[in-house]
């Protein structure tokens, strides 16, 4: 990456511009990357990126959208637990981008998001053009899903918004944050030398631990439970926590659930990660619920929504609930992903990582150092099966089964997955092995996400794949454009059943809810006639593909080709056909 895009003819020199200090900031606070579809509103911080920074720490990624730019720093941040800056062109880019900031903010991912209006001084501004793309508050489109926000008015307060930027988006809990640069005063000369900071003495804080007595409340409520049970959510990527999430497991010999919804928190195949990762409550999950003395969320998400679909009246659950979590801290009233208010009966206001940190020397003097877990305990899970019908169709889960079966000893990141993916026949051994869901629901995000992760894990030495539907991957299919242009390798498996399926399933309960012909459901849901061809939607973008691919036999050597694609430093796209499959969401509202 770093021999594309250079620049010719360069000179060193301090800063002469005030766009020239927002560019010197975004690399003294460590951005390596930054996304971005150009716009006039910022072309003197493009510039300053290209001409007085060399397009070298950060080097821009050029995307064909907006909303893009945004997913792929949000993937980025996924995989690497650091944030990426992206900008967006004056209040039309932002709200191009709006969608992939809300999805950031849900999944509580870190983003410098930089902004741009004006000229805010009205005789600065061209006719028409300069004051459509004007905004007095342009922060308000955003304010109730982004951290924090700023519109620095000099060059001196350029360097305070971003240093506080970087500083506020990296501190648990993290979430994006906007500065909005001004394109007036992007384009002024400096009259002298603005001071730039040792960005070292801004740094984030560590997440917080709790109070002394707190955690030995727990630690006494663990160690005495009859039947614990762990709920592991939103926790970091070191693989220094996930050693120790396990070693707190097998402390007190507690059952661990994890959610498809985040990324991989604990071993799947370990004896103490009792079920698959869920969406839904299954009947096992209910029992362990029901009959466990001692709940303990680590950053549950929704944990009055899980508890719920238990028991309806969540205040009503015996069990004692011990919630730790940052989260609190972000709520506001525009969003509801506050989620419905759980019964705690001991709320711990700390980092979950940091609380089992924590926690767990207590637990082991407590313990006398003794695990409860017995290692025995478990047995090797079967290999993973095909369909009855794999040599003529492609079921939805065979997916799942040739992914798991072609990853063998190999590193994969699975960074996208759709709905109807098989929990259970995959499993996630480290901190990278899934990223989770895209947050906020919105379609269109698993192209750049993907793109995102690439970028963060080009040098790991790891694969990184998504299966991602073709509803969400034609909203996001020029994310691979950029994906080819800068050499960022990745397998996009599009699970192609032609539909936006997830809605035919609730256009049918509708339908029966209201005494109506279900069979009309596909209509205003069906992508096909024409049907999308995905392979040359990739190809004119310069990504090698194939498809569609009908059987399990010719999907398995597509991912044999698609991986060997990716090795040697290049994006691969399949086109992989699959029936419409019920994948059981929850459908009925309030019930």
Same mark, same amino acid.
């Given at each position: 990456?770093?021999?594309?895009?250079?620049?010719?003819?360069?000179?060193?020199?301090?800063?002469?511009?005030?766009?020239?200090?927002?560019?010197?900031?975004?690399?003294?606070?460590?951005?390596?990357?930054?996304?971005?579809?150009?716009?006039?509103?910022?072309?003197?911080?493009?510039?300053?990126?290209?001409?007085?920074?060399?397009?070298?720490?950060?080097?821009?990624?050029?995307?064909?959208?907006?909303?893009?730019?945004?997913?792929?720093?949000?993937?980025?941040?996924?995989?690497?637990?650091?944030?990426?800056?992206?900008?967006?062109?004056?209040?039309?880019?932002?709200?191009?981008?709006?969608?992939?900031?809300?999805?950031?903010?849900?999944?509580?991912?870190?983003?410098?998001?930089?902004?741009?209006?004006?000229?805010?001084?009205?005789?600065?501004?061209?006719?028409?053009?300069?004051?459509?793309?004007?905004?007095?508050?342009?922060?308000?489109?955003?304010?109730?899903?982004?951290?924090?926000?700023?519109?620095?008015?000099?060059?001196?307060?350029?360097?305070?918004?971003?240093?506080?930027?970087?500083?506020?988006?990296?501190?648990?809990?993290?979430?994006?944050?906007?500065?909005?640069?001004?394109?007036?005063?992007?384009?002024?000369?400096?009259?002298?030398?603005?001071?730039?900071?040792?960005?070292?003495?801004?740094?984030?804080?560590?997440?917080?631990?709790?109070?002394?007595?707190?955690?030995?409340?727990?630690?006494?409520?663990?160690?005495?439970?009859?039947?614990?049970?762990?709920?592991?959510?939103?926790?970091?990527?070191?693989?220094?926590?996930?050693?120790?999430?396990?070693?707190?497991?097998?402390?007190?010999?507690?059952?661990?659930?994890?959610?498809?919804?985040?990324?991989?928190?604990?071993?799947?195949?370990?004896?103490?990660?009792?079920?698959?990762?869920?969406?839904?409550?299954?009947?096992?999950?209910?029992?362990?619920?029901?009959?466990?003395?001692?709940?303990?969320?680590?950053?549950?998400?929704?944990?009055?929504?899980?508890?719920?679909?238990?028991?309806?009246?969540?205040?009503?659950?015996?069990?004692?609930?011990?919630?730790?979590?940052?989260?609190?801290?972000?709520?506001?009233?525009?969003?509801?992903?506050?989620?419905?208010?759980?019964?705690?009966?001991?709320?711990?206001?700390?980092?979950?990582?940091?609380?089992?940190?924590?926690?767990?020397?207590?637990?082991?003097?407590?313990?006398?150092?003794?695990?409860?877990?017995?290692?025995?305990?478990?047995?090797?899970?079967?290999?993973?099966?095909?369909?009855?019908?794999?040599?003529?169709?492609?079921?939805?889960?065979?997916?799942?089964?040739?992914?798991?079966?072609?990853?063998?000893?190999?590193?994969?990141?699975?960074?996208?997955?759709?709905?109807?993916?098989?929990?259970?026949?995959?499993?996630?051994?480290?901190?990278?092995?899934?990223?989770?869901?895209?947050?906020? &629901?919105?379609? +269109?995000? !698993? %192209?750049?996400? #993907? $793109?995102?992760?690439?970028?963060?894990?080009?040098?790991? /030495?790891? @694969?990184?794949?998504?299966?991602?539907?073709?509803?969400?991957?034609?909203?996001?299919?020029?994310?691979?454009?950029?994906?080819?242009?800068?050499?960022?390798?990745?397998?996009?498996?599009?699970?192609?059943?032609?539909?936006?399926?997830?809605?035919?399933?609730?256009?049918?309960?509708?339908?029966?809810?209201?005494?109506?012909?279900?069979?009309?459901?596909?209509?205003?849901?069906?992508?096909?006639?024409?049907?999308?061809?995905?392979?040359?939607?990739?190809?004119?973008? &310069?990504?090698? +593909?194939? !498809? %569609?691919?009908? #059987? $399990?036999?010719?999907?398995?050597?597509?991912?044999?080709? /698609?991986? @060997?694609?990716?090795?040697?430093?290049?994006?691969?796209?399949?086109?992989?056909?699959?029936?419409?499959?019920?994948?059981?969401?929850?459908?009925?509202?309030?019930?």
């Amino acid at each position: 990456m770093r021999a594309s895009e250079r620049p010719l003819n360069l000179e060193q020199s301090p800063p002469a511009w005030a766009s020239d200090v927002a560019a010197a900031m975004l690399r003294a606070t460590g951005f390596k990357y930054v996304a971005l579809n150009p716009g006039a509103s910022y072309r003197g911080f493009h510039d300053s990126l290209v001409n007085f920074l060399g397009n070298r720490d950060p080097q821009m990624l050029l995307c064909l959208h907006e909303d893009h730019a945004v997913s792929i720093a949000h993937g980025y941040a996924k995989a690497s637990d650091e944030p990426m800056a992206c900008v967006l062109h004056s209040n039309v880019g932002l709200m191009h981008g709006l969608m992939g900031i809300f999805n950031a903010w849900c999944d509580r991912m870190p983003i410098l998001v930089i902004g741009a209006t004006g000229p805010v001084e009205s005789e600065k501004r061209r006719p028409w053009i300069d004051w459509i793309h004007t905004a007095k508050d342009q922060g308000a489109l955003l304010r109730d899903f982004t951290k924090w926000d700023d519109e620095p008015r000099s060059a001196e307060a350029i360097v305070e918004g971003i240093l506080r930027g970087a500083q506020v988006t990296r501190t648990e809990p993290r979430a994006p944050v906007y500065v909005c640069l001004d394109a007036g005063l992007q384009e002024q000369s400096l009259a002298k030398q603005v001071p730039m900071p040792d960005p070292a003495r801004y740094g984030p804080a560590p997440a917080p631990c709790a109070a002394e007595d707190t955690a030995e409340k727990v630690a006494s409520l663990l160690a005495s439970a009859r039947q614990p049970l762990i709920l592991m959510g939103r926790v970091s990527r070191s693989p220094r926590d996930w050693e120790r999430r396990v070693h707190f497991a097998e402390l007190l010999g507690a059952p661990v659930l994890t959610s498809v919804r985040e990324r991989s928190a604990f071993p799947t195949d370990h004896p103490l990660h009792v079920v698959p990762p869920f969406y839904w409550v299954s009947p096992a999950i209910k029992d362990l619920v029901q009959n466990a003395d001692v709940i303990l969320s680590l950053d549950w998400v929704d944990l009055n929504g899980t508890l719920q679909q238990v028991m309806r009246s969540t205040s009503e659950i015996a069990s004692k609930i011990v919630h730790v979590s940052l989260d609190s801290i972000l709520h506001k009233g525009w969003s509801m992903d506050h989620f419905g208010l759980p019964p705690v009966d001991v709320p711990v206001l700390a980092g979950a990582d940091s609380f089992v940190h924590q926690v767990i020397p207590i637990l082991e003097r407590t313990l006398h150092g003794k695990s409860r877990w017995n290692a025995k305990e478990g047995a090797p899970s079967a290999s993973p099966a095909y369909g009855e019908n794999a040599a003529s169709r492609i079921e939805p889960r065979d997916l799942t089964v040739a992914l798991a079966k072609a990853r063998g000893t190999q590193k994969f990141t699975i960074a996208n997955v759709p709905r109807n993916w098989a929990t259970g026949a995959y499993h996630f051994r480290d901190p990278l092995d899934f990223l989770g869901h895209n947050g906020g &629901g919105g379609l +269109g995000a !698993g %192209p750049g996400v #993907t $793109v995102g992760a690439a970028l963060a894990l080009k040098d790991s /030495g790891r @694969a990184v794949v998504s299966v991602i539907g073709d509803g969400d991957f034609l909203q996001g299919a020029t994310a691979l454009w950029t994906a080819s242009h800068y050499r960022l390798p990745a397998l996009f498996i599009v699970s192609n059943n032609r539909s936006n399926f997830n809605d035919e399933i609730h256009q049918q309960t509708i339908a029966k809810t209201r005494g109506r012909p279900v069979e009309n459901r596909w209509i205003g849901q069906r992508i096909d006639d024409p049907a999308v061809d995905f392979t040359e939607l990739a190809r004119a973008q &310069g990504v090698e +593909g194939e !498809g %569609p691919v009908k #059987t $399990v036999p010719e999907l398995e050597r597509a991912i044999e080709r /698609g991986l @060997a694609a990716i090795r040697s430093g290049k994006p691969y796209l399949i086109d992989a056909f699959v029936p419409p499959v019920e994948s059981s969401p929850q459908l009925p509202r309030g019930g």
